[in-house]
C-alpha cells in the first residue's frame, strides 16, 4: 500500500499561499495575545491557588458564587476545566490572592465556603485534603464498634476510602449508608457520630506563591531558547549554518502558532504544555531534517537545475515519509488527547496543533526559506548555486 | 553470514530477558494481579499517579546567619569588656537585609584599641572579617564563604530534621532533596499520605526550643513593655517577643522582655517525651539536655533563681514565642518541663517534633500540590487507555501499510517498550529514582509515535530502492544504510529537547524527558538493530531474488 507515490507538486510555486497562512495565524496569535487573551499561563507560572472539587450533584455555579461570596471570597473564580465531567468545577484564586507566608489558607477557605451545610463536630469525610486513612482508623478505634484492637480498624478504614476514591464515586462518597454492605452497619454507625458525607470531594490541589511562579517563568524561557539555540548549532554543524537558520526560523514559526493557539482558545500554559512545545521544538526539526538531508544529496546529483527546483523535488520525493512519520505520530498524540484524561489536556492539545503545524512547516516555511536565501544572494552577487560544503559532517548517505 | 546472524539474534534474546527482568523481576506467579504486583514493585509511580502531596519549601537561611551574628555581638562584647575596651557599642545596623553585617561603634581614639579590636576579631570570631570603617569604627563582617557555608549547613540540617519528622509519621518513600536551583529550597514529595491533615504542620513547625532570661512582663502589649523600662528604652541585649498570657489557654496575648540570647537552643536539646503533671494531670512535656548545655544551664540557674545573685525568670521559648515564664525554684541542671495548655495530641506532638531536632531556621512553603487519590487512579486509567489505543492505531497502521514489513515493526516496536520500561524498573534497582508519571506515560506514548518513524524512513527507502530495480538484499541492506544519518540527525534533536526537560524541568516533566530520551535511545537499538535482523532472517529463508513484503 501507497499513499505518495511520484507526485510532482509544485510547493515553491505556492510559496505566497503559505506566506499568507502562516501570516494570518501568526499574526492573529500574536494579536491574540496582546490584545485579547494575552499569554494566559498556568498557575504554575502565574502562582495562585487552585482547588478541584468533585460535586455529588452537578452543581449550580449560582449557588457556587454565593456560597463564596458568603465566605469572602469575592475574587475567587468558578472554572469548568476542559475534558472532565460535569460535576468538576474548578474555584481558582488569584496570585495576589494568595499569600506566601500562609500558603494554604485560601484552599482551607474555599473548602470551608464550599461546605454548604457543615454539621456541627463532625467532618467531611470527601474532603480527601483533611482526611485520610488515619483519622478514620482513629475515630474507629475510638468508637470501637466492633471491640478490637486498634490496629484492626487500619484495614476497614482502608477499604472505607478504597471506595470513597474508586471509579465511580471519584472522591466523593454520596451517603455513608451505601457503607453498609462493604463493613457492615455498626462500623457505619460508628462512622457517621464523627463524619458525614458532605457535598463534594477535593480531587487535587494546586497552591503556588508568586515566587515560584516567577522563577520557573525565567527556567521556561531559558529551557525554550536553549533548545532552539542547541538546534541552530546542531544544524549547522551537520549542515551549513543557513540551514539552521531557515529550520529554526521554521519551528519558531511552530512555537508561535501554537502558543497563539493557546492564547486565541483561552487556554492556560502550565508547565507540561511547555514540556510539549520543547519536545515540538525537537520534533519538529525531524521533517525538516529529512527534506534538507535529501535537498543536500540532489544538490550533488542534480548540478544543472536550480536550488527551486532540487528543493521542489526534494520534498516531493520526501512527502511520502514527511507525511507517513508525522502521521503516525499524530496518531499516537490523538490519542493522548481524546482518552489522555483532564491532567494531560493541555499537553496533547499543544502537541495536536504543533504537530500539524510542524510538518506543514518543514515544507512551506523551511525549505522555502533556504531559496528565498540564495534568490537573495544571487541578486546581490550574481554568485551561482553554492553547494553546502560536503567536508562538514562526514555525511555518508542521506535517507 | 548465517553464525553471525545467530549471534546477533542471541544478543537481542539476552537484552530483552534483561529488561523485562528489569520489568517483572521474578514474578511471585503467573496471574494477572501477581503480574501487576511484581510491576509495581518494579516501577514506581509518580505523585500525580499515586495520590500525595508535593511541597516545595523555602529555608529561611538569613536566620541562621543572624542568630550566628547574635553570637558574635555578644562574643565582641564580652571580649571588649574583657580587654577593658569601655563605651564601644557593639550593633547590627540593618539585621533584616545584611544579618551578616556587625558596627563596633565609639571606641577611644587610641591606635592600641584599634589593634585590639582586630586581634579581638581574628582570635574568637574565625568566620568574621574587620575592616575599617569610618570614625574611628570597625565594620564586622561574616566572610563570604562562611556565609554560604552556613547557608547550605542550615538547608542541610533542615532537609535532615524533616527526614526525621516525616519517618516519625511513617511515610513511606518519601523524597527530601534541595530543589532546583535555588540553594535555599527543599523538595518534598510524600505519596499517599494517609494522615494529610496534620502532615503539613508537623514539617513546617520550626520546634526550635529555646530557653531565654525572662527580665519583665507579661506587659499587655509592647507600648507597655518598652514604657516600663527605664527611660523607655529597651536594654541592648533584650528584645520583646510574644507569647501567652499566664493563665489562659493560648488565647490571651502578652508580651515578655527576654535576652537576645538564648541560654538553651535548640540543637542543645538530647531527648523529650509527652507526660502529664502529677498533682492536675495536665499533658506537659518533658525535655532534657545534652551534657555541655546542662552545666551551662546549671550555672544559669544558679545565677538566677529565687534569691541567688541575680533572681530573674526563665522563659520557655518556642519558634520565637513565650510559652510560659517560670520563676526558678532551684538550680536546674539537665532537663525541665514545659506546660502551658497543652492536649494530649499537641504535647505528644511536641514531644516528637523535639525529639527530631529542631529545624534551624523558619520554612515557608512555596508550594503546595496535592493530588487526591481518586484523581491518580482515574489518571492511570487514561493514562493507560490512551498509550493502548495509541499503540494499536499505529500497529495496526504500520501492519496495513507495510503487510509482512510492518509485522517487523511491530515487533520493534514492541522490543522498544520492553527496554523502556525495563530501563525505568533498573534505574530504581540501583536506587535512582526514575519514576513513571504521567507525563511520562505520554512520554511512552510519544515514544511510540516517534520510534516508528524510523521504521517508516528504512522502509520508505528499502521501497525506494526496489523501485529502482534492486535486488530485496542489496535494497535492504541500502535502505538501512542510507536512513541511519537521517535517523542519528532527527534522534538527536529530539533528544536534545528531553534532556534540557530532565535538567530543567522538575517531578512530571522531568519524568516525560526521561521516558521520551531513553524510548528514542532504545529506540536506535530496535528499530535498526532488530529490525535489521529480522530482516535478514527472514531473507537468509527466502530464495535468492525472491520478492520481499513491504
Known amino acids: ?399 | 553470514m548465517q553464525k553471525n546472524l545467530l549471534v546477533k539474534t542471541l544478543l537481542i534474546i539476552a537484552v530483552l530477558l534483561i529488561f523485562l527482568f528489569g520489568i517483572f523481576g521474578i514474578p511471585s506467579g503467573f496471574s494477572g494481579d501477581a503480574l501487576k504486583q511484581a510491576v509495581l514493585n518494579h516501577i514506581h509511580l509518580g505523585l500525580d499517579l499515586k495520590g500525595g502531596t508535593h511541597l516545595i519549601l523555602q529555608v529561611m537561611v538569613n536566620e541562621a546567619v543572624a542568630a550566628d551574628s547574635d553570637h558574635a555581638v555578644e562574643t565582641l562584647k564580652d571580649q571588649l569588656a574583657k580587654s577593658n575596651i569601655t563605651g564601644a557599642t557593639v550593633t547590627k545596623p540593618d539585621p533584616d537585609n545584611h544579618p551578616e553585617q556587625i558596627v563596633v561603634q565609639n571606641l577611644p581614639q587610641d591606635p592600641a584599641v584599634s589593634s585590639r579590636v582586630q586581634e579581638i576579631v581574628k582570635d574568637n570570631l574565625p568566620d568574621y572579617d574587620p575592616t575599617r570603617g569610618p570614625n574611628n569604627s570597625w565594620i564586622v563582617t561574616m566572610k563570604p564563604s562562611a556565609v554560604s557555608d552556613l547557608k547550605s549547613r542550615t538547608v542541610d540540617k533542615s532537609i535532615e530534621a524533616i527526614r526525621r519528622r516525616v519517618d516519625a509519621l511513617g511515610v513511606s518513600e518519601p523524597v527530601i532533596q534541595k530543589n532546583g536551583m535555588g540553594n535555599d529550597e527543599i523538595l518534598v514529595q510524600l505519596p499517599g499520605v494517609d494522615d494529610p491533615g496534620r502532615v503539613k504542620d508537623i514539617i513546617q513547625s520550626t520546634a526550635r526550643l529555646e530557653l531565654r532570661e525572662a527580665r519583665g512582663g507579661p506587659y499587655s502589649n509592647e507600648q507597655a513593655a518598652r514604657a516600663a523600662q527605664p527611660g523607655g528604652m529597651l536594654p541592648s541585649n533584650m528584645v520583646l517577643l510574644h507569647g501567652r498570657a499566664e493563665g489562659t489557654n493560648g488565647g490571651g496575648d502578652a508580651v515578655y522582655l527576654v535576652s537576645r540570647v538564648p541560654v538553651v537552643s535548640g540543637t542543645d536539646i538530647r531527648d523529650a517525651r509527652a507526660g502529664t503533671k502529677g498533682d492536675t494531670n495536665q499533658p506537659i512535656v518533658n525535655f532534657y539536655l545534652t551534657a555541655s548545655a546542662g552545666k551551662k544551664f546549671a550555672d544559669f540557674t544558679e545565677l538566677h533563681k529565687e534569691g541567688g545573685t541575680d533572681p530573674s525568670r526563665l522563659a520557655i521559648v518556642l519558634d520565637n514565642r513565650v510559652i510560659s515564664a517560670p520563676s526558678i525554684k532551684d538550680q536546674i541542671s539537665d532537663s525541665g518541663i514545659i506546660e502551658g495548655g497543652f492536649t494530649e495530641q499537641s504535647a505528644s506532638d511536641l514531644a516528637k517534633l523535639l525529639q527530631s531536632g529542631a529545624l534551624p531556621a523558619s520554612l515557608r512553603y512555596l508550594t503546595e500540590r496535592t493530588v487526591g487519590p481518586s484523581l491518580g487512579a482515574d489518571s492511570i486509567r487514561s493514562g493507560v487507555k490512551a498509550a493502548i489505543w495509541g499503540m494499536v492505531a499505529v500497529m495496526v497502521f504500520m501492519l496495513i501499510y507495510y503487510r509482512a514489513a510492518g509485522i517487523n515493526a511491530d515487533v520493534a516496536l514492541i522490543f522498544n517498550l520492553i527496554i523502556l520500561l525495563g530501563f525505568l524498573g533498573w534505574m530504581n534497582m540501583f536506587g535512582m529514582s526514575a519514576v513513571l508519571t504521567l507525563p511520562g506515560i505520554a512520554g511512552v506514548i510519544l515514544t511510540v509515535g516517534m520510534g516508528v518513524d524510523s521504521n517508516v524512513l528504512i522502509f520508505e527507502r528499502i521501497r525506494e530502492e526496489l523501485r529502482n530495480g534492486k535486488a530485496p538484499a542489496a535494497a535492504v541492506d541500502q535502505g538501512f544504510s542510507r536512513a541511519w544519518t537521517t535517523i542519528l540527525d532527527t534522534h538527536v534533536t529530539t533528544i536534545v529537547s528531553a534532556l534540557i526537560l530532565i535538567f530543567v524541568g522538575s517531578g512530571p516533566v522531568s519524568g516525560f524527558g526521561l521516558t521520551l530520551a531513553f524510548g528514542l535511545l532504545a529506540n536506535l537499538f530496535t528499530a535498526v538493530f532488530v529490525s535489521r535482523v529480522i530482516f535478514d532472517t527472514v531473507l537468509s529463508r527466502k530464495e535468492r531474488g525472491a520478492a520481499l513484503s513491504i
Open chain 1, 1 to 399: 500500500m501507497e499513499f505518495f507515490r511520484n507526485t510532482n507538486i509544485d510547493f515553491l510555486g505556492k510559496k505566497w499561499y503559505f506566506l499568507a497562512f502562516s501570516l494570518i495565524f501568526s499574526v492573529a496569535g500574536i494579536l491574540s495575545m496582546l490584545f485579547w487573551h494575552g499569554i494566559p499561563l498556568g498557575v504554575d507560572f502565574r502562582g495562585g491557588t487552585l482547588v478541584y472539587v468533585k460535586f455529588v450533584d452537578t452543581p449550580n455555579d449560582k449557588a457556587i458564587r454565593a456560597a463564596l461570596d458568603k465566605a469572602g471570597l469575592r475574587n475567587a473564580r468558578i472554572q469548568h476545566a476542559a475534558g472532565v465531567t460535569q460535576n468538576e468545577v474548578v474555584i481558582a484564586l488569584d496570585e495576589k490572592d494568595t499569600n506566601e507566608a500562609d500558603l494554604s489558607r485560601g484552599k482551607n477557605q474555599i473548602i470551608a465556603a464550599l461546605e454548604t451545610n457543615p454539621q456541627p463536630g463532625k467532618q467531611n469525610i470527601n474532603n480527601s485534603d483533611l482526611i485520610g486513612v488515619a483519622a478514620v482508623r482513629d475515630a474507629l478505634a475510638t468508637r470501637d464498634p466492633l471491640h478490637k484492637a486498634p490496629a484492626d480498624y487500619e484495614p476497614i478504614a482502608r477499604q472505607i476510602l478504597a471506595y470513597r476514591d474508586n471509579q465511580e464515586n471519584g472522591g466523593a462518597i454520596r451517603d455513608l449508608n451505601e457503607l453498609k454492605s462493604i463493613v457492615g452497619g455498626p462500623v457505619v454507625d460508628a462512622l457517621s457520630q464523627d463524619f458525614y458525607a458532605g457535598s463534594f470531594g477535593v480531587r487535587h490541589t494546586d497552591i503556588v506563591g508568586p515566587q515560584v511562579g516567577d522563577q520557573l517563568k525565567r527556567t521556561a524561557w531559558i529551557a525554550v531558547l536553549c533548545s532552539l539555540a542547541g538546534m541552530l548549532v546542531y544544524l549547522w554543524f551537520r549542515f551549513e549554518l543557513i540551514y539552521g537558520v531557515a529550520a529554526v526560523v521554521a519551528v519558531f514559526h511552530d512555537t508561535l502558532i501554537t502558543v497563539g493557539a493557546f492564547s486565541l482558545t483561552n487556554q492556560e500554559i502550565t508547565l507540561t504544555v511547555i514540556a510539549a512545545i520543547l519536545t515540538l521544538v525537537g520534533y519538529s526539526m525531524n521533517d525538516t531534517i529529512v527534506v534538507f538531508d535529501r535537498i543536500r544529496e540532489n544538490i550533488k546529483l542534480m548540478r544543472r537545475e536550480s536550488l527551486s527546483e532540487i528543493v521542489n523535488r526534494s520534498i516531493n520525493q520526501t512527502l511520502s515519509r514527511t507525511i507517513l512519520t508525522s502521521g503516525l505520530t499524530f496518531l499516537t498524540v490523538l490519542s493522548l488527547f481524546l482518552f489522555g484524561g483532564e491532567v494531560l489536556h493541555g499537553f496533547s492539545f499543544a502537541l495536536v496543533i504543533g504537530i500539524l503545524i510542524g510538518t506543514y512547516s518543514s515544507i512551506a516555511v523551511a525549505a522555502p526559506m533556504l531559496v528565498a536565501y540564495q534568490e537573495w544572494r544571487t541578486g546581490r552577487k550574481g554568485a551561482v548555486v553554492a553547494v553546502p560544503a560536503q567536508s562538514k559532517g562526514k555525511v555518508r548517505a542521506k535517507a
